[in-house]
């Protein structure tokens, strides 16, 4: 997966926004828990974010700064224990503060953490993937970077192919992805100023087993992400926390919950939940979709369809069945409009109208009114489009 962070950004605080009116609105779900886009830019707060407040960010604009009160650490949209079709990056700009280092050996560590699968062990920690990084200790002015799955780590370790780089913005990025079966994880250091990467590390335990059917090895979705020692280096500053993934890779994922929990019922929620899967699979048709996050000029029969396949859902009792999977399409949709709504090169009149299609589609989430709800995002879709 190709991650376009500026690009994302809109789509994923939406996403993130819609989820928690969802959320809000509902009974508690009894399925699997899907991985969905989280985005934090703090611009407008720190939700989401634990243990930091507000702060100039050094170059302009606003970040966030270790405050003192929690550790540095995020659940993103919460935990997943199912793995995402077509993987997921997640991203954290880190300002690496060029007046801390006086040729110490000062330490810390950034880690984003997997889960195990649902069949496993729900939502219980399977491993983690470090940014181990720190002072240079021969070198004032520098930051060592290496990458590994220890904690405490050891940035200058020869073994690790550290990197050396002066202070200033970076971006530590993961990649998650499926390596025939089995988790690989990419960490990549970029200068935020010219996006070049500066430092590789692959990881992979072949235990690390994706739908293998072995436990505990079958690995899940995201968990955590942390600075774990922020409290040794509180001048450092955070920007733009982010977890991307395909939206419609969202679908698929609900289309696997829907598939897996279809055997455990009786009529007639077995019929409603059909109903519901065949409406979803034709909103996947890949002549409606230009990309993962991107509609084609057809794209208005993708809400349509679901439209459709949440009026199934939404007959199912009890509802708690298949409420997660209700909230997660709801979500989903409203992303698929602000996406395109960021991308339009409509008239400032189209989008006005088309941010007050968001406001009540947003207003119907909230009031559990779902069907209405996907069709003010529709025609925010068409506004922009």
């Not at 611009?43 to 966030?64: E, I, K, L, M, N």
């Not at 195990?116 to 720190?134: L, S, V």
């Not at 998650?176 to 990881?203: C, H, M, P, Y």
Request: hydrophobic share 40%.
């Amino acid at each position: 997966m190709t991650f376009r962070k500026n690009a994302f950004r809109a789509s994923a605080l939406s996403f993130a926004f819609a989820a928690a009116l969802c959320l809000a609105a509902s009974p508690a779900a009894a399925q699997t828990t899907l991985t969905l886009p989280f985005a934090q830019d703090f611009t407008s707060g720190t939700a989401g974010v634990f243990g930091v407040s507000q702060a100039p960010a050094p170059g302009g604009g606003t970040g966030a700064k270790y405050d003192g009160s929690d550790d540095v650490f995020t659940r993103f949209a919460g935990y997943s224990n199912t793995f995402p079709a077509g993987g997921f990056v997640t991203a954290l700009d880190i300002w690496l503060n060029p007046a801390i280092p006086t040729g110490q050996d000062l330490r810390n560590d950034y880690t984003v953490a997997i889960s195990q699968d649902e069949t496993c062990a729900p939502n219980a920690h399977r491993r983690d993937f470090i940014f181990n990084f720190g002072t240079t200790p021969s070198v004032p002015g520098s930051w060592t970077v290496s990458g590994s799955n220890n904690t405490p780590g050891w940035p200058s370790n020869p073994d690790r192919n550290p990197v050396n780089v002066p202070g200033g913005w970076y971006t530590f990025q993961h990649t998650f992805a499926d390596n025939a079966g089995v988790l690989q994880v990419k960490l990549e250091l970029i200068d935020r100023a010219t996006s070049n990467v500066l430092g590789t590390w692959v990881l992979s335990d072949p235990t690390d087993t994706i739908d293998g059917g072995t436990c505990p090895g079958d690995v899940g979705g995201n968990r955590y992400g942390w600075v774990i020692y922020a409290a040794d280096m509180p001048s450092l500053v955070y920007d733009n926390w982010v977890l991307e993934v395909s939206l419609n890779a969202v679908k698929q994922d609900v289309l696997a919950d829907l598939q897996g929990l279809l055997p455990t019922l009786t009529k007639p929620n077995s019929d409603k939940v059909k109903s519901a899967i065949d409406h979803l699979q034709k909103s996947l048709n890949p002549k409606f979709w230009i990309d993962g996050t991107h509609l084609s000029k057809d794209g208005k029969t993708v809400f349509d369809e679901e439209k459709k396949a949440v009026h199934s859902l939404e007959e199912v009792v009890p509802r708690s069945l298949v409420q997660s999977s209700i909230n997660a399409l709801v979500a989903d949709d409203r992303s698929l409009a602000t996406t395109a709504i960021a991308a339009s090169t409509k008239p400032a009149g189209d989008i006005s109208k088309a941010n007050a299609e968001i406001a009540k589609g947003d207003t119907d989430n909230a009031n559990g009114k779902y069907e209405e709800a996907i069709g003010h995002y529709k025609n925010a879709w068409d506004l922009a489009t």
